[in-house]
């Protein structure tokens, strides 16, 4: 018989009750806190400063709710500038200062994921979200306590190709940034899209940050693809291959994954560049913060959004980035509490059960409907295109899962 981890504590759980051995139960603190690391200042210092408020929100929202079983939870952020080892250092920090208190962690990269993990263990193990969508980082069995909220770059191109496959596409080039970040889903990608048909007839690794338009512009007119999907990039050089396209007079439909999906850098490029983004389209794992019809979340963050930050741009709008912030943290939440509530103890060990254990789960908005963890990550998301007229992203697909 398999033993894994859930038949392992369940086990373990009934030989004690047997024995009739009491369990050794840690003293519950007078507030519950919850670690991170921002990169508030550093190359994606804008990122940071716009999910920073999230964090606020949800101490308010959370504690307004009762905390944990009625205990008031805290969190303490710090600067990582976006460097792995700083998010190492704060955590071990964090760690030392907060004790047995500290229940969980949030971290700002693959780069902070990875290099923490190793550290997971015993008694310094916390359940650990991030930004990070990296695929590696959807398997149990090698990152027990870590999750995402949502799918994986590799399920992220699945919804797109299958997208594609759905309006008759036959070919497609990959071009992706020379990182980890964007190789990740390349080689799933190549399987995927042979299983649906579609021919990948370029694949072309480029610098994440001034790179060769031209040179990469070339090389995909001459490859003839109907479809792009870009990869491994935040702001710069996505815009800058759509616009070089557009000069060219290529026909070609671009698509991004979730970190070229925000609005806020769309508009920008917009405003100083004009129009050629038109169409543009891509892969949200989440609703846009104006789609709240039928989102009481939404409407809560609304709410108290217009109440805290009354004269910033989180008044009337939650960037995409605050909201996969929102969604780690909901998720970290309804596992403790779920934890807190089964009378079991807030340990690493029950909480990631918990949350491995999450079905069927209506966020109240993030999703399209209810969604259920599977390998510690969500794989759902919709199509989205962007109207230069409206300066929203609307739905191109209905919410799919892989």
Wanted: proline share 5%.
């Amino acid at each position: 018989m398999k033993l894994n981890r859930r038949s392992f504590l369940a086990t373990s759980a009934a030989a004690t009750a047997v024995m009739g051995t009491p369990m050794i139960l840690r003293a519950q603190p007078s507030e519950y806190v919850l670690g991170a690391s921002l990169p508030l200042t550093g190359p994606f210092a804008t990122a940071g400063q716009l999910v920073a408020p999230a964090f606020q929100l949800a101490a308010k929202l959370f504690n307004d709710e009762g905390g944990v079983a009625g205990t008031p939870i805290r969190f303490v952020t710090e600067d990582s500038g976006y460097i792995p080892q700083n998010a190492l250092a704060n955590y071990q920090r964090a760690l030392a200062t907060e004790g047995t208190a500290m229940i969980a962690y949030f971290a700002d990269s693959t780069g902070a994921m990875k290099l923490i993990a190793p550290e997971l263990k015993g008694e310094n193990a916390r359940i650990m979200g991030s930004t990070s969508f990296a695929s590696e980082l959807a398997d149990p069995s090698t990152h027990p306590y870590q999750y995402m909220s949502g799918p994986s770059y590799q399920s992220q191109f699945d919804i797109l190709l299958e997208n594609i496959a759905a309006q008759g596409g036959t070919s497609v080039a990959f071009i992706y940034s020379n990182t980890e970040f964007g190789r990740d889903p390349i080689e799933h990608g190549k399987a995927t899209a042979e299983r649906l048909g579609i021919e990948v007839v370029l694949e072309e690794a480029t610098k994440p940050q001034g790179a060769d338009i031209p040179t990469h512009v070339t090389k995909l007119a001459q490859s003839g693809a109907e479809h792009c999907i870009l990869q491994g990039y935040v702001t710069g050089v996505w815009p800058q291959l759509i616009g070089g396209a557009r000069q060219f007079g290529l026909p070609t439909r671009f698509y991004g994954t979730f970190w070229g999906m925000e609005k806020i850098i769309a508009d920008r490029i917009t405003q100083e560049a004009g129009p050629f983004l038109e169409g543009y389209e891509g892969v949200m794992p989440y609703r846009y913060f104006w789609d709240r019809e039928d989102a009481p979340r939404y409407q809560k963050y609304a709410e108290l959004s217009k109440e805290m930050f009354a004269g910033t741009p989180m008044e009337n709008y939650m960037s995409t980035w605050a909201i996969q912030t929102m969604c780690g943290l909901e998720i970290a939440m309804k596992a403790i509490r779920d934890t807190a509530e089964a009378g079991q103890e807030l340990t690493a060990d029950n909480i990631a059960e918990t949350l491995s254990g999450i079905s069927d789960w209506d966020t109240g908005g993030f999703f399209g409907g209810p969604v259920t963890m599977e390998n510690n990550s969500i794989k759902t998301g919709r199509v989205y295109a962007y109207d230069t007229e409206t300066g929203l992203f609307n739905p191109r697909s209905d919410w799919l899962s892989v």
